[in-house]
């Protein structure tokens, strides 16, 4: 009879680790699976709140990039209440009102920290095509600027406009667009946003990842001369 409660005090109490709301079929989760880490998926925030335990991680990525999807008052105190480590990306936002979209056009992801391990500061890597929100916060991970240079920006970030492209607020890790999608669009060089990823997924709670591998379908339209 012990042996039989502890059994399911245990089940009960068994972590999710790591939760991925996203669309079955999801190609990031797909990639997720290929790099054997283990989670759990669910197909919107409330199902994903509901099995939560404290301190797990949480992964908001979507397909849908139709619509902003703002956490609402409730699912918010969730999270504060779980403590737990969230990931959110375009077009999931916290804000009390949807921030202005902007769509890349020349601009390019530039890394804004030496936090990002193996990766240099300044380095670029390309978001082509795609929507992002316009935040107000200092000292961003990376951000999306027009810039000179190939590999790196070479002349820096004080003559351009320059909006967040990744920052931390509170237990949030926010990006303005759906890095997510870079397996399957025109963002490269892989090696950045495998890095990048790296250390998303760390902040989330995978303290343990080294390495992040994935391929994505298409490579970026210009060429080192």
């Known amino acids: 009879n012990l042996l039989f409660l502890y059994f399911c005090i245990s089940v009960q109490t068994v972590s999710a680790g790591i939760i991925v709301v996203a669309e079955k079929g999801n190609r990031f989760v797909k990639t997720l699976e290929k790099n054997n880490i283990a989670f759990i998926r669910k197909d919107n925030v409330n199902e994903a709140l509901s099995v939560a335990q404290h301190h797990?991680?949480?992964?908001?990525?979507?397909?849908?990039?139709?619509?902003?999807?703002?956490?609402?008052?409730?699912?918010?105190?969730?999270?504060?209440?779980?403590?737990?480590?969230?990931?959110?990306?375009?077009?999931?936002?916290?804000?009390?009102?949807?921030p202005i979209?902007?769509?890349?056009?020349?601009?390019?992801?530039?890394?804004?920290?030496?936090?990002?391990?193996?990766?240099?500061?300044?380095?670029?890597?390309?978001?082509?095509?795609?929507?992002?929100?316009?935040?107000?916060?200092?000292?961003?991970?990376?951000?999306?600027?027009?810039v000179a240079g190939f590999e790196n920006a070479e002349y820096g970030l004080d003559s351009t406009i320059v909006y967040p492209g990744l920052f931390r607020k509170d237990q949030y890790l926010i990006s303005s667009v759906s890095l997510s999608d870079f397996t399957e669009s025109r963002f490269g060089p892989n090696e950045i946003l495998n890095n990048l990823w790296v250390y998303i997924l760390q902040q989330v709670g995978l303290k343990d990842i080294k390495v992040f591998q994935s391929k994505a379908d298409v490579h970026p339209r210009f060429a080192k001369n």
Do not use: W
């Open 101 to 146: 979209v902007h769509k890349i056009n020349l601009e390019r992801g530039v890394i804004n920290s030496s936090a990002i391990a193996n990766v240099p500061h300044l380095s670029l890597f390309t978001l082509n095509d795609h929507s992002f929100y316009e935040y107000a916060v200092k000292k961003p991970l990376t951000v999306i600027a027009k």
């Open 56 to 98: 797990d991680g949480l992964l908001l990525i979507n397909n849908n990039k139709s619509l902003g999807q703002q956490l609402s008052p409730t699912q918010q105190n969730a999270i504060t209440k779980k403590k737990l480590h969230v990931y959110l990306e375009y077009p999931y936002f916290i804000n009390t009102q949807k």
